[in-house]
Nanobody, 124 residues
Framework: QVQLVESGGGLVQAGDSLRLSCAAS????????MGWFRQAPGKEREFLAT????????YYAGFVKGRFTISRENAKSTLYLQMNSLKAEDTAVYYC?????????????????WGQGTQVTVSS
């Protein structure tokens, strides 16, 4: 089982940027398709972005495309999410996860290992 630890969240102003990190251990990071999700209070967990094993292909939810960028550094077993032009509605707990898939997937059920999440709060 892969252990995932997110970091980089915090309290920011609308329009600011944040970069989240997800450090992986206990597995071979480069063999996993990875994804970012978020969950706001009272809402279901939603897909944000996914990246293939070598970082050459990505896929985004429509509402974050152009503002968020997913990337990975396999040598450091770390996944990133660069978030720009943050809005109050981006306030949520952000999670990274591993997928047991050979292709990019966006369904919650395709992801198996999850981190504990990092809180992002955007004030307007």
């Amino acid at each position: 089982q892969v252990q995932l630890v997110e970091s980089g969240g915090g309290l920011v102003q609308a329009g600011d940027s944040l970069r989240l990190s997800c450090a992986a251990s206990g597995g071979t990071f480069s063999t996993y398709v990875m994804g970012w999700f978020r969950q706001a209070p009272g809402k279901e967990r939603e897909f944000l972005a996914t990246i293939d094993r070598i970082g050459s292909s990505t896929y985004y939810a429509g509402f974050v495309k152009g503002r968020f960028t997913i990337s990975r550094e396999n040598a450091k077993s770390t996944l990133y999410l660069q978030m720009n032009s943050l809005k109050a509605e981006d306030t949520a707990v952000y999670y990274c996860a591993t997928a047991r898939a050979a292709r990019l997937v966006s369904s919650l059920s395709d992801y198996y290992d999850w981190g504990q999440g990092t809180q992002v709060t955007v004030s307007s």
